[in-house]
């Protein structure tokens, strides 16, 4: 077994702003039927918070996990519209996404925030999927490296490493985004190994290595096998095709490890 092997794959959907309670749970029974007694990969859903509670019900004792999209760094308190990651943990939230490029974008996200809420997601034993991601402008400035390099090093400080080999990086580039247009594997492979390379000169080679780093950005059943295939892909974060259960199945299973 290589070192990939010592990593199980994970495929999580973001369902982001989409599906009210009936389409949620008719989502999820479908799914449910698709990947029963698929093992070797972690199959995890995010949908909105209003259908956090119903696709929880559906999904119990079965091998699809849950994950909510946004949380708050504090667990209680006067913090209106926000949520805790304490009533994610109670809504049976395993898995939470933090810093999603749309909410760096239209929410403005910073990544000292997304380092706060990283720290407090392990404290209370979520598991965080944390998104990173250069724009199109960025990239064609050559400045993909340094934009991945402030992300990451961000959450340094707020990472102990006794909790480190938890989470999850999703390298999403915002170009490739709900556009159809996704990176190439090597392209992917490329930042995914210098992040990993990141975590490594911080926590050292052995953590580094048990680290989950995804791709995200136009993932479908007929390109996530490339990504697959990359010895530093470890599964990834998928929106659009993520919300019809054949297509998001399709991609569980071409992700297992056999
Ligand atoms: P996409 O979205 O698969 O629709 O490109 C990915 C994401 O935003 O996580």
Same mark, same amino acid.
């Given at each position: ?5 010592m990593r199980?794959p ?9 599906k009210n309670?009936?389409? $949620?749970?008719?989502?999820v029974? =479908?799914?449910?039927?698709?990947v029963?007694?698929?093992? %070797? ?15 929880? =019900?559906?999904?119990?004792?079965t091998?699809?996990h849950?994950g909510?999209?946004?949380? /708050?760094?504090?667990?209680? %308190?006067?913090?209106? %519209?926000e ?9 049976g ?5 933090l810093g999603?490029?749309?909410?760096r974008? /239209?929410?403005k996200?910073?990544s ?7 720290e407090?997601?392990? $404290?209370v034993?979520?598991t965080?999927?944390i998104?990173? %991601? ?10 993909? =490296? $340094?934009? &991945?390099?402030?992300?990451?090093k961000?959450?340094?400080?707020? &990472?102990?490493p ?6 999850? +990086?999703?390298?999403?580039?915002i170009?490739a ?9 090597e392209d992917?492979s490329?930042i995914?190994?210098?992040i ?7 926590y050292?080679?052995?953590i580094? =290595?048990r680290i989950? +780093? ?13 990504? *697959?295939n ?8 998928v ?9 998001f $199945?399709?991609i569980?299973?071409?992700?297992? *490890?056999l």
């Amino acid at each position: 077994m290589g070192v990939k092997g010592m990593r199980i794959p994970v495929i999580a959907g973001n369902w982001k702003m989409n599906k009210n309670i009936v389409e $949620s749970a008719s989502l999820v029974k =479908e799914l449910k039927d698709f990947v029963r007694g698929i093992k %070797g990969v972690d199959i995890v859903v995010c949908p909105p918070f209003s259908s956090l509670w119903v696709v929880k =019900e559906i999904i119990s004792e079965t091998n699809i996990h849950l994950g909510a999209q946004n949380m /708050y760094w504090e667990t209680k %308190g006067a913090f209106t %519209g926000e949520i805790s990651p304490l009533m994610l943990k109670d809504v049976g939230c395993e898995y939470i996404i933090l810093g999603h490029s749309e909410r760096r974008q /239209y929410f403005k996200e910073t990544s000292k925030e997304v380092a706060r809420k990283t720290e407090v997601a392990l $404290s209370v034993n979520l598991t965080p999927i944390i998104c990173v %991601g250069e724009n199109l402008e960025e990239r064609e400035n050559g400045k993909t =490296e $340094s934009v &991945i390099e402030e992300e990451i090093k961000a959450l340094f400080p707020k &990472i102990d490493p006794t909790f480190a080999a938890r989470i999850i +990086i999703a390298y999403e580039p915002i170009w490739a985004i709900g556009t159809g247009k996704s990176s190439s594997s090597e392209d992917a492979s490329v930042i995914i190994k210098y992040i990993r390379e990141l975590f490594s000169s911080k926590y050292g080679s052995k953590i580094a =290595e048990r680290i989950r +780093i995804l791709y995200g950005g136009s993932v479908n059943p007929k390109n996530i096998g490339e990504f *697959i295939n990359e010895s530093d892909i470890d599964g990834a974060l998928v929106g659009g095709a993520s919300l019809n259960a054949l297509t998001f $199945s399709q991609i569980a299973k071409a992700a297992k *490890i056999l």
